[in-house]
Nanobody, 120 residues
Framework: QVQLVESGGGLVQPGGSLRLSCAAS????????MSWYRQAPGKERELVAH????????NYVDSVKGRFTISRDNAKNTLYLQMNNVKPEDTAVYFC?????????????WGQGTQVTVSS
């Protein structure tokens, strides 16, 4: 069965860095686009970053452009989110999602999420 397991969250100071990972199993990882979403308390889930199946195209929400980088290692079936210069407003639960296609943003599976807290 499809499994997506996020890790790497934690407490980080403003201006610091964190790298999230999403280990995928149960499907052919290299065939599907993937995304990172986040949900802060009292807010709707927000698309943070998206990457196509080959990694050739990426997209970001404006608030993280220039600070976050989404990447993937298809040989390791792992998705990453490098978070630099983090801000308190980045505090949220971060989820990885599996697209139904090689490039689209319709999802059929989600991980359980990893908490990121940005605070001094």
């Amino acid at each position: 069965q499809v499994q997506l397991v996020e890790s790497g969250g934690g407490l980080v100071q403003p201006g610091g860095s964190l790298r999230l990972s999403c280990a995928a199993s149960g499907f052919t990882f290299s065939l599907y686009a993937m995304s990172w979403y986040r949900q802060a308390p009292g807010k709707e889930r927000e698309l943070v970053a998206h990457i196509t199946s080959t990694g050739g195209n990426t997209n970001y929400v404006d608030s993280v452009k220039g600070r976050f980088t989404i990447s993937r290692d298809n040989a390791k079936n792992t998705l990453y989110l490098q978070m630099n210069n983090v801000k308190p407003e980045d505090t949220a639960v971060y989820f990885c999602g599996k697209s139904t296609m090689s490039w689209g943003t319709t999802y059929d599976y989600w991980g359980q999420g990893t908490q990121v807290t940005v605070s001094s």
